[in-house]
């Protein structure tokens, strides 16, 4: 049995997970900074390391004390070095070498979008044991895990910074097929939920949103990049910018001002209301039907035997509905949604594959903000 710790704050969460054989969650804790940024409407970076700085140690002591574990029964520390922010980073890193140097244990640096991917390794655990006689029976061994995910297969890394498609031939094995040109798809619904007033983070706003509106009320369009698979979303931000301003220049104000006044979902829409859920169910279609039309494409080309979802965009119920259905009858495998937004039981999950293949990191560990996928392993 092989226990790692995760360590992750390359954004605005501050997590820790224990995580047993890269599979099995003993425990998970995530300190979200959201309410923090809110009013910033985005992630303010100096305000996020030092909250890290605040929340770190509490997060790994309850990680531990969730899992049950001691320090002796660690084998390694993993921890992201990069990409995200540098401030950040720094936190996590320094705080994961203290621990390795003070307890002796191997340090693994990890990339945090490789990372993003192991959200679909991951078990949780069996249930914590209650009291004696009221408990219900728990089974001597824990259930089986699920089988792991099959090589060759795809991933589709869909995050605040990051949208690429990736083939994985073995663990650390992969070929970048394409990325983002422009906007991450995360950040695009960021972008487009602050343009309609809808707030932060963007992609769960929009979402609901999108619920009460249709999808075919606005054809916003679709950046095909043919002959790629590569990525484009800033066309799109910039058509719904359009259709705001068209709006808001019947209305004379600011979605983002008026937005309980003025929204509507009626149909067709009206010119004198923002139509707030049309235009987010309308955006939301144009993303989702790009990355399954090209994850599609991209899966019949490379004979992929499974499509894995990763990264917090990956939390959306429509890209996880159209993904699966678009797909059949190739496998779609779908994190739960608390393990596709950043948390440390991918970190230790990735560190734990890196670890059993000998790689570890020396105490000279530095952070990497820009880092990307496969150009050098952590140091
Ligand atoms: O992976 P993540 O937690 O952080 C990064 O590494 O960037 O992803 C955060 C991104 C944000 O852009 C957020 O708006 C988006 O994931 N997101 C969603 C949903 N939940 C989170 N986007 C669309 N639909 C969602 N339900
Ligand atoms: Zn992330």
């Known amino acids: 049995m092989t226990l790692v710790l995760g360590i992750e704050t390359s954004c605005d969460e501050t997590g820790a997970a224990v995580v047993e054989n890269g599979r099995r969650i003993l425990s998970n804790v995530v300190a ?8 910033y409407g985005g992630v303010f970076p100096e305000i996020a390391s030092r909250q890290h700085i605040l929340t770190i140690v509490p997060v790994i002591q309850q990680a531990m004390r969730d899992a049950g574990v ?3 029964d660690l084998d390694a520390i993993a921890v992201t070095y990069g990409p995200g922010l540098a401030g950040s980073l720094l936190v996590g890193v320094n705080v994961a070498k203290a621990l390795a ?12 979008i490789e990372a993003h991917v192991y959200a679909n390794w991951l078990v949780p655990t069996r249930p914590a044991p209650t009291d004696l006689g009221s408990a219900p029976p728990q089974p001597a061994e824990p259930p089986a895990p699920p089988p792991e995910p099959q090589f060759p297969l795809l991933a589709l890394i869909v995050s605040g910074g990051h949208t690429e498609l990736l083939l994985m031939t073995d663990h650390g094995q992969f ?17 487009v939920a602050r343009l309609l007033g809808l707030g932060f983070p963007g992609g769960p706003a929009i979402q609901q949103a999108a619920s009460r509106g249709s999808a075919e009320a606005f054809q916003f369009p679709r950046a095909w990049l043919k002959g790629t698979y590569d990525f484009s979303f800033s066309g799109l931000k910039t058509a719904v910018l359009h259709t705001v301003r068209k ?19 009626q149909t067709p829409p009206l010119m004198h209301t923002i139509p707030v859920p049309h235009i987010a ?12 039309e090209k994850t599609r494409q991209a899966a019949e080309a490379t004979k992929a035997r499974q499509v894995l979802l990763a990264g917090g965009v990956a939390a959306n119920a429509l890209l996880r509905k159209e993904m699966t259905a678009r797909l059949a009858p190739v496998p779609v495998l779908v994190p739960p949604p608390a393990l596709c937004t950043d948390n440390a039981a991918p970190i230790a999950s990735l560190g734990y594959f890196r670890f059993t293949r000998g790689e570890r990191s020396g ?3 530095d952070v990497n903000p820009n880092l990307r996928l496969g150009v050098a392993p952590a140091p």
Do not use: M
């Open 247 to 265: 709006y808001e220049a019947k209305i004379g104000a600011p979605a983002a001002d008026r937005k309980s006044k003025l929204v509507s979902s």
């Open 281 to 292: 169910a309308s955006f939301q279609a144009a993303v989702v039907d790009v990355l399954v």
């Open 175 to 191: 070929k970048r097929l394409g990325a983002t040109i422009d906007d991450a798809a995360g950040e695009a619904f960021d972008k």
């Open 70 to 72: 001691d320090w002796r």
């Open 32 to 39: 979200s900074q959201i309410d923090l940024h809110k009013q």
């Open 101 to 112: 140097f003070a307890h002796d244990i191997p340090l693994v640096g990890v990339n945090h």
């Open 363 to 365: 105490h000279d560990l």
